[in-house]
């Protein structure tokens, strides 16, 4: 059974740093493509940032030069580390793993950017 667990969610001023973490098991983790994705109210869920096997990133428009995501194959893990928050940043991250075409996710975890 696939499981992926998000951490590191909270509530900071704009401006500031948080780094979200997803735990992998149940999945070959060496040879997924890794993602984060958000989804803010009333909003879609988009793509924030991808991760090949290789390490290859892809960021979205508007996280680029803010945002960068990272994986430690030896402990399954994907990060997301996030500078300068912005207001708009605010939304629930989930973790994506996509492998021999399909996707799992996490449950999610929310981040909020507020003063």
């Known amino acids: 059974q696939v499981q992926l667990v998000e951490s590191g969610g909270g509530l900071v001023q704009p401006g500031g740093s948080l780094r979200l973490s997803c735990a992998a098991s149940g999945i070959i983790f060496s040879i997924a493509a890794m993602g984060w994705y958000r989804q803010a109210p009333g909003k879609q869920r988009e793509l924030v940032a991808g991760?090949?096997?290789?390490?290859?990133?892809n960021y979205a428009d508007s996280v680029k030069g803010r945002f960068t995501i990272s994986r430690d194959n030896r402990k399954n893990t994907v990060y997301l580390q996030m500078n300068s928050l912005k207001p708009e940043d605010t939304a629930v991250y989930y973790c994506n793993g996509k492998l021999g075409g399909v996707d799992y996710w996490g449950q999610g975890t929310q981040v909020t950017v507020s003063s």
């Open positions: 991760i090949t096997f290789r390490g290859s990133t």
